[in-house]
């Protein structure tokens, strides 16, 4: 026997209809309607503790839209009590609330190594033992899998580099030479807060776009909604970016008033004391800060050899293509419209799970 956080002993191996691999928000909301639907199931998370990604996220960072429009299927996300958009921590409570009220089958800790085709089922092999079942749903998201793009001499720098997901607040840079390279949400809402206690560059590829200030993630979602049904459709629809690249929160607001977010074009090359344009101009730096996204955290689907042309897996909506028992959630618009959203993944999952209760 194993045991999971609380010291109770982990449920042994045995065969499900359905596996989810992942306790973040995707993960629970498909286990909402899993277990709404009564399936026999079961949730594993490599985490210690309920939060998901959001455990790890720097205090600060803020939600695009409010409470109301933050919220998994079947409990509203309380507002938080000093107002405005929800906090790190508050999303923290919240899934560990939403958990516990809807007593989901999660066993942690359990780190999921591969997942491989054993006759009619699916096997997932686990630091736990083995499990089979039916259907296999990956809602690992993209957290675990930090992206920082090759630049010439990104080597050879001599300061300190670090990513999004290794930021944990601004204390450490105080009276420090900052770069901030990228041109979405986490890069401006990062160098609003660094901009307050260090001197700071911002690089981007184009020139970041802040949304109008009344556009917030609900709008973002039921957009991202109408363009997926307009391409199903075989029909043009607009996009966020026709919007704009940046959602105006609180923080970024106040850095835009303050003048703080001027950004420089992308710089060419990447010398010991910095970084340098093509047109010889310099910016010395202590640090870089790499906000420069995530991939989908699918290594332990390596054995179904499902990656096309490009490295992609193809879906068909949830559904992937070469592994019909094998459905992935929250890793972006390609498995559901703004699936990687909390309000998002819920909607998705719904159908999803409605597609296979039908199959089993």
């Not at 790890?56 to 429009?69: D, E, G, M, T, V």
């Not at 999303?91 to 359990?110: G, K, S």
């Not at 940046?246 to 970024?252: D, E, L």
């Not at 906000?291 to 290594?299: H, K, M, Q, V, Y």
């Amino acid at each position: 026997m194993h045991e999971a956080a609380d010291g109770a002993p982990k449920a042994a191996p045995r065969p499900v209809d359905v596996i989810v691999i992942g306790g973040g928000q995707a993960g629970l909301a498909a286990g909402y309607h899993l277990s709404r639907a009564g399936a026999d199931f079961v949730i594993l998370d490599a985490q210690p503790r309920p939060g998901g990604a959001w455990r790890h996220a720097w205090p600060s960072l803020r939600l695009f839209s409010p409470a109301q429009y933050s919220s998994l299927p079947g409990r509203m996300m309380p507002a938080p009590a000093a107002g405005g958009h929800p906090d790190a921590a508050h999303v923290v409570a919240y899934l560990t609330d939403y958990e516990q009220r809807y007593r989901l089958p999660v066993i942690r800790p359990v780190r999921v190594r591969a997942v491989r085709r054993s006759g009619a089922s699916l096997q997932v092999e686990t630091d736990a033992g083995i499990w089979r079942a039916r259907i296999v749903i990956s809602a690992t998201g993209t957290w675990w899998r930090p992206y920082v793009p090759y630049h010439p001499g990104i080597g050879d720098f001599g300061g300190e580099q670090l990513h999004t997901a290794g930021y944990r607040g601004p204390e450490s840079f105080r009276g420090k030479r900052v770069l901030v390279v990228g041109g979405g949400n986490s890069a401006a809402q990062i160098l609003a807060e660094l901009s307050q206690v260090a001197q700071t560059t911002w690089a981007t590829l184009r020139p970041p776009r802040l949304l109008p200030d009344e556009v917030d993630g609900r709008a973002l979602f039921e957009l991202a909604t109408r363009r997926h049904r307009a391409a199903l459709a075989g029909q043009d629809a607009a996009s966020i970016g026709d919007l704009g690249d940046i959602v105006a929160v609180a923080s970024v607001r106040q850095a835009r008033d303050r003048g703080m977010l001027k950004a420089e074009p992308m710089f060419s090359r990447i010398t010991p004391d910095g970084v340098a344009w093509a047109d010889g101009s310099t910016a010395a730096c202590d640090v870089i800060v790499w906000c420069t996204g995530f991939r989908p955290a699918l290594g332990h689907l390596a054995p179904l050899r499902l990656r096309g042309p490009g490295g992609a897996i193809g879906t068909d909506g949830t559904r992937a293509l070469a592994e019909p028992r094998l459905h992935l959630l929250g890793y972006g618009d390609w498995t559901g419209p703004a699936s990687a959203t909390l309000i998002g993944a819920g909607r998705t999952a719904r159908q999803m799970v409605g597609e296979i209760i039908a199959r089993l």
